[in-house]
């Protein structure tokens, strides 16, 4: 019989319609008979119970905003009646949990690029980055060119990464800047780097050259526009030179243990915290358990879900870390007269989401259930294994190239509605809806909306685990497929 609706956590009062409902129809929940007033889109909520103004709406067994006006029982409740909780900066208290997952390990491999430093790749690519903004046209220019000459032979991919920043920037913005740039310049999944200033920039190139640390000066190699005759022979000799040792690299057999993961969801819907959010939160369990790393970022869509996750924290210290970075997101909202719970987006709301609890509760579920063992400052390096939080804002572009820059081989980003952009290391797409993945073949790489279609939440992690250790093996996922690649970096100051 087929599923049409769910009620997700037994103290829930109001279920998730599968397929769309019409007005007239009864469906029965916990033995009591419910005849739906109104009709119900799929992914949308329907009440079970008479709601006074002012009362919980619970979902995932927890509050996700209260009605603001009477709507009885068998109705469609959306953010039309629903306003969030959630206010300002909060006082909040450590009461760990005791996390006990029974989850064997298992000596599961993929096929990798050891690099000098003993660091892993699951690429061997050529990348161009530009230190500021002004040389994006050489850097596209000199990609385009060695691409054409070389085929791409032997290795995955060449590709430039140009962006507007590294002039014009102030204190912390900038420094956000050069954090980003020296995390992709140090990234594994690239084989070689050639590194390109002007010479004028804030972003010093000499200054940028210490600033990343040490480096394996075989394969970064760095050029000043302002300082060659000619930036493109200059350019192309050293990129000929960078290609003759990549493509040399071979790819091994590498533990599980060292694949490293970012968690991200994008163009969500009331399928997000049923299917793929929840998948994902059991492959990061696995992955965890084999001793791997998956990092949770988007830290606007934690508020409302954020006691779980401090809950979870190993100890005080981090509890501490997680605050700070659940309230320093916020008094970030705050010092621009922005409300906290200004989030869900239209596409959002289309899909069944109301309120930023109803997001944050769905999101958070990408993570699963394993102890928070890392917290990371936006642009900063990984250190821990295990279960990270990242400070990044909940913007898509921006998020993904903070995971990958913090040292994600991948980003597993699940959609309801749908996105075809990828940042600069493999972006794999997995839709909360068999709808979503028949229509945009072209962009999702997984289609989770299985598991409310009767399969098994195991047997559906078993295939992702094993589609996960393809693309990590050298698989393409759409994105590289299509060449959507980019970075974005979070803008947090003045420009002069």
Known sequence: METTYL????????????TPLKAGETIQV????????????????????????????????????????????GSWICEKEIKTNLAGLLDYTYSPIEVSLDIPHENRTF???????????IRNEIWIIPTVGCVNGI?????????????????DAIVAFPHNYGCS????????????????????????????????????????????????????????????????????????DLYAKCKQDVREDIPLSELRVGLKCGGSDGFSGITANPLLGMFSDY?????????????????????????????????????HLINDFKDYFLSHGEPVGENPSPGNKAGGISTLEEKALGCTQKCGKSYVSGVMPYGERLQT??????????????????????GCHIVLFTTGRGTPFGTYVPTMKISTN?????????????????????????????????????????????????????IAIFKTGVTL
């Not at 096929?111 to 790749?121: L, S, T």
């Not at 850097?139 to 290795?155: D, P, S, Y």
């Not at 869509?301 to 605050?323: D, S, Y």
Request: glycine share 8%.
């Open 385 to 406: 294994k295990g279960l990270n939080l990242l400070s990044a804002p909940g913007n898509d572009l921006v998020a993904a190239t903070a995971l990958a820059s913090c």
């Open 287 to 323: 992955l965890i358990a084999q001793g791997g790393t998956s990092v949770l970022t988007e830290v606007p869509e934690m508020f409302g879900a954020e006691t779980i996750l401090m809950n979870r924290c190993k100890t005080p210290e981090l509890f501490n870390q997680t605050v």
């Open 139 to 155: 850097v596209n220019q000199l990609a385009e060119a060695l691409r054409k000459e070389t085929k791409e032979e032997g290795i």
């Open 30 to 73: 916990d033995g009591q008979n419910i005849t739906l007033k109104t009709d119900i889109p799929a992914g949308h909520k329907v009440t079970l119970k008479d709601f006074n103004e002012g009362e919980n709406i619970i979902k995932y067994g927890y509050p996700i905003g209260h009605a603001i006006k009477p709507v009885p029982q």
């Open 7 to 18: 009620k997700i956590n037994p103290a829930d009062n109001v279920a998730v319609a599968i």
């Open 434 to 486: 068999s709808n979503l993945a028949a229509h945009k073949p072209g962009w999702i790489d997984f289609n989770a909306g299985v598991i409310v279609e009767n399969e098994p939440m195991e047997v559906t992690c078993k295939r992702f685990t094993d589609y996960v250790i393809r693309v990590a093996s050298g698989e393409w996922v759409n994105n590289e497929k299509k060449n959507y690649r980019e």
């Open 169 to 240: 920037q102030l204190g912390e913005d900038h420094e956000n800047t050069k954090k980003i740039l020296r995390d992709m310049v140090l990234h594994p999944n690239a084989g070689a780097v050639l590194v390109v200033g002007l010479g004028c920039e804030n972003n010093q190139p000499d200054i940028f050259r210490e600033f990343i640390g040490a480096y394996d000066e075989e394969r970064i190699k760095f050029m000043v526009a302002q300082k060659v005759d000619d930036e493109f022979e200059e350019g192309m000799k050293i990129l000929r």
């Open 111 to 121: 096929k990798g690029y050891r690099r000098k430093n003993g660091d892993v790749g």
